[in-house]
């Protein structure tokens, strides 16, 4: 055999042995989710971070579609998930082991409101008591039912994600409040229901969007910890952030819409509040 045929077998033998020994990290999001853009972000900044941690982990999606309360079992007893990301609470601190650096710095918790379309100049037209009076949609497990019903908005909650839009449509509901990350994609996908974005209105309270790994899983949490603050140091989340949300973020226009600040019951003191470049600015645009 020559000594070229010898050299590209043991570079093969090295790169499949380096491939096998890398420790795999299973996330929360799996591939029969690959159409859903929602999951773009997280799993290209989760992926950036452990690149950028320099440690040897192999990003992997989890195996299938689960509920949110089943999905925070499995991460906290290490039973097949070993990261997924969320909106804090302390509950959830309590559970696992957050990474207290904001993924989607913060953008979670900047909310537009879905709509059918024959009402849009009724909501822009009303003032906001009267949208508080109104009724609203949201996950029943999610943390952002509790901080809709702390601040006096009318909500419903339910367990069925798309049926939240149906009843939007069919008038069930008189709206859906949706991240600004979120909503474009979600309409688009969803056309056929004919439902739009309200004008005027951006409803905006503190809702860190944090991975988690499970509470005892120290050396992941530092690995993805450290990969996140080289990303913010060097640019490449900043790089990654404007080409996921920029559009979005122009078409949303923050800055220019009437904001129903909103206080968040279940911030925990943790919180890295004081860390400015943290969390998203709609007058600086990042």
Aim: charged fraction near 25%; aromatic fraction near 10%.
């Amino acid at each position: 055999m020559r000594i070229g045929s010898i050299l590209l077998l043991q570079l093969m033998f090295v790169f499949s042995f380096q491939s096998v020994a890398a420790t795999p990290v299973v996330y929360a999001w799996p591939e029969t989710l690959s159409s859903d853009e929602r999951g773009d972000y997280p799993v290209a900044l989760l992926k950036l971070a452990l690149e950028k941690s320099g440690a040897d982990y192999r990003a992997l999606p989890s195996a299938s579609v689960m509920t949110q309360h089943r999905t925070l079992r499995q991460v906290s007893k290490a039973q097949g998930i070993d990261v997924l990301w969320t909106m804090t609470s302390p509950e959830r601190e309590q559970q696992l082991r957050p990474i207290r650096i904001p993924i989607d710095r913060g953008l979670l918790g900047w909310r537009l409101l879905v709509i059918v379309p024959d009402r849009l100049h009724e909501f822009e037209e009303l003032t906001s008591e009267q949208l508080h009076r109104l009724l609203a949609i949201q996950g029943s497990d999610w943390p952002d039912f509790p901080v809709l019903q702390a601040n006096q908005f009318r909500v419903l909650g339910s367990g069925d994600f798309e049926g939240m839009f149906r009843m939007v449509k069919f008038g069930r509901v008189d709206y859906f409040p949706r991240s600004v990350t979120e909503i474009w994609s979600e309409l688009s996908e969803r056309e056929s229901l004919g439902l739009r974005v309200a004008p005027k209105w951006v409803l905006h309270y503190i809702a860190p969007l944090y991975f988690f790994v499970q509470k005892d899983n120290k050396e992941l949490a530092a690995a993805i910890e450290l990969g996140l603050r080289t990303a913010i140091e060097d640019g490449s989340m900043q790089a990654l952030f404007l080409r996921c949300f920029g559009p979005a973020l122009d078409k949303a226009d923050l800055a220019g819409r009437t904001r129903i600040e909103l206080i968040n019951p279940l911030l925990p003191k943790e919180t890295p509040l004081d860390n400015a470049e943290l969390w998203f600015d709609p007058v600086k645009g990042y």
